[in-house]
């Protein structure tokens, strides 16, 4: 699917390993689009740790080698294929996947993977957008079945997905608290939409988590590392509560028991069992929340396509959130 003598800047990776294996090549051809496809002149990328774990080889699905990594993409539509309608040259988008990867000047992407980024949004912030706000938005409405009025606590909301959650869970009326390990972190969770935020390395810190519910209890927990909390999430859930699994880092020992008196559940996310309508349901309030600007993406750390080896570094090393990695190109 390439143009004939057309070429542009991608990274390749011809063997999974280290970061090194990333290669910037110059002379990759210019994909075109298919049916129902979209090709775009990518602004901005987004580098995500999940990257890391397939360049290296060690995660469960392995793209065919040489592949260019890379989902979330913003930029512009350069051409569209046979069959699409929603878009045209010259709109303004970004990605929730890509088919010829993201690390790239141009990528081609499904039409259902694409949507329209509002000009109110660079295009740095249009590549913070979809892992981490389609995950926030899945966990909060698909799986907790969330309703405003609700005590969401965000736990790790410092994070990518953190933020999102924040910035969504305030907008749609719920009550929300969010954890962090750092005075910056705990700021960022203020700036962000908590109307509470508790420091998770205080000794008491569920006490005051427990006090602010108003001894009622949290009716969900968004939960970024279970293999920590989850125990202590099943003692801080009002009656029907919900924990959302969206992180975890091995397993932990929990009681059963402590589900069953407030009849309570522990349900996992996952953004790839998203189905085409729950992508479109999301991507329309996603899009609402753009407009009316509280959907403010958090940019971190900005490179050229040049340092990918020093990126997949960075993100693996970092403590601490300060917002989405991304390349500029």
């Known amino acids: ?23 910037l090549r110059t002379d990759v051809p210019l994909p075109s689009p298919g049916d129902n496809q979209v090709l775009i002149r990518v602004h901005a990328c987004g580098i995500n740790p999940v990257e890391t774990y397939i360049r290296a080889g060690v995660y469960a699905r392995k793209p065919n080698l040489p592949y260019t990594p890379g989902s979330d993409v913003a930029g512009v539509v350069d051409a569209v294929g046979n069959n699409v309608t929603s878009f045209k040259k010259g709109d303004r988008v970004f990605t929730s996947s890509t088919i010829t990867g993201g690390y790239a000047e141009y990528t081609v992407a499904s039409v259902d993977t694409v949507f329209p980024l509002p000009e109110k949004l660079n295009f740095k912030q249009g590549a913070a957008i979809s892992v981490p706000y389609f995950t926030a938005y899945r966990a909060l409405f698909n799986r907790a079945h969330g309703r405003p009025g609700e005590v969401v606590l965000v736990h790790g909301a410092s994070g990518g997905v953190g933020i999102a959650a924040c910035q969504i869970a305030r907008a749609y009326g719920f009550k929300v608290f969010g954890t962090a390990g750092s005075a910056e972190g705990l700021n960022l969770v203020l700036q962000n939409g908590a109307h509470k935020a508790f420091n998770h390395r205080d000794k008491d810190y569920i006490e005051k988590i427990e006090e602010a519910a108003g001894g009622e209890g949290v009716n969900i927990i968004l939960e970024m590392l279970s293999n920590v909390n989850l125990s202590n999430d099943l003692k801080l859930l009002a009656r029907e509560g919900r924990v959302i699994i969206i992180g975890c880092r091995g397993p932990i020992e929990i009681n059963p028991r402590d589900t069953m008196a407030k009849e309570s559940s522990i349900i996992g996310v996952s953004l790839f069992s998203s189905t085409k309508d729950d992508w479109k349901e999301a991507g329309a309030a996603l899009f609402g929340g753009m407009e009316a ?13 040049e340092k990918a080896p020093q990126a997949h570094e960075d993100i693996i090393q970092t403590s601490g959130a300060t917002g989405k990695m991304i390349f500029v190109i």
């Not at 699917?1 to 290669?23: C, D, N, Q, T, Y």
């Open 1 to 23: 699917m390439a143009s004939v003598g057309k070429f542009m800047r991608a990274i390749r990776v011809l063997e999974f390993g280290k970061p090194e294996v990333l290669k």
């Open 293 to 305: 600007g509280w959907l403010n993406p958090l940019v971190g750390p900005e490179y050229p396509l």
